[in-house]
């Protein structure tokens, strides 16, 4: 398997590290363009058997998929640039821009002039470049083949879930977003912690082991949240009474809130 990605940047950039870094592609078979001089040191730095491309166009030459991630308002350049050097027979393209439809991506490729070719839209999130993202893929023009090569990339570097493209909003704003908001949840506990006396690194400490057992639990039991959280809480109890003081703060309804906030 042979990757080209356009936009070493942070996803593009978390995914040739993951790639590399789980095995899952040799790093002589994965190809960087950017046209920033600091992403292309630290590839180097990464793994020097990483090949560095300044041209968009020959980047992809030979590469099984062509991964686009830039900034979404670079995508129809980007595409517009490579357009005439994709081999639409045996390549397909992958992009992680947010927001950019199928329609979209085969009218920047001019399919209907020089035809289709497999597309991907995929979201992952930046745990991908430790091997741990929720990604979330959907398809178009696709062949199995082609299904199990990107789906066997990606479960490598996390979970990976096959959605309509209509989802692919509100997911991103569950798992791409969403990973910033669990973040949030974490910086206040730990700044509870602190308020309460605790040592800022023991209070982060403390909290990321309490998730992660959390986290446990959910997975283990097979459980829903509520299911965990009725065997804490006890009529009277300081859980509950937290709970109800995080309710009464609109705790819940922030977190829904912001989620629709992020789903456009």
């Known amino acids: 398997m042979k990757i080209a990605v356009i936009g070493g940047g942070n996803m593009g950039g978390a995914i040739a590290q993951g790639s590399v870094r789980e095995s899952i592609v040799s790093p002589q078979d994965v190809t960087i363009a950017d046209p920033s001089p600091a992403v292309n040191k630290f590839f180097t730095e990464f793994n020097p058997s990483i090949n560095i491309c300044q041209d968009n166009a020959k980047a992809i030459i030979g590469a099984d998929i062509i991964i686009i991630a830039v900034k979404p308002w670079l995508v129809e350049s980007v595409l517009e640039e490579i357009c005439d050097a994709i081999d639409r027979e045996k390549q397909m393209v992958v992009s992680i821009a947010a927001l950019i439809s199928f329609e979209q991506l085969n009218q920047y490729l001019k399919s209907e002039e020089k035809g289709e070719i497999a597309l991907y839209r995929v979201i992952p999130n930046t745990a ?26 990606l479960n490598g570097l996390g979970k990976t879930f096959v959605v309509e493209e209509s989802q692919m909003s509100s997911l991103t704003a569950l798992a791409s ?44 039991n097979n459980t829903m949240p509520q299911v965990e959280i009725d065997k804490v809480t006890t009529p009277g109890g300081i859980t509950l009474q937290g709970l109800e003081e995080m309710e009464r703060n609109g705790f819940t309804p922030a977190v829904i809130k912001g989620l629709l906030a992020s789903n456009l």
Do not use: P
Not at 128 to 143: D, M, P, R, V, Y
Not at 184 to 212: H, P
């Open 177 to 220: 977003c969403g990973i910033a908001y669990i973040y949030k949840y974490i910086d206040a506990s730990i700044k509870g912690g602190i308020e309460m006396g605790i040592e800022s690194e023991l209070a982060r400490e403390v909290v990321l082991q309490t998730i992660e057992g959390a986290l446990k639990m959910l997975n283990t």
């Open 128 to 153: 991908i470049s430790l091997g741990h993202s929720a990604t979330f893929i959907c398809k178009h023009n696709t062949s199995t083949k082609q299904d199990d090569m990107i789906i066997s990339l």
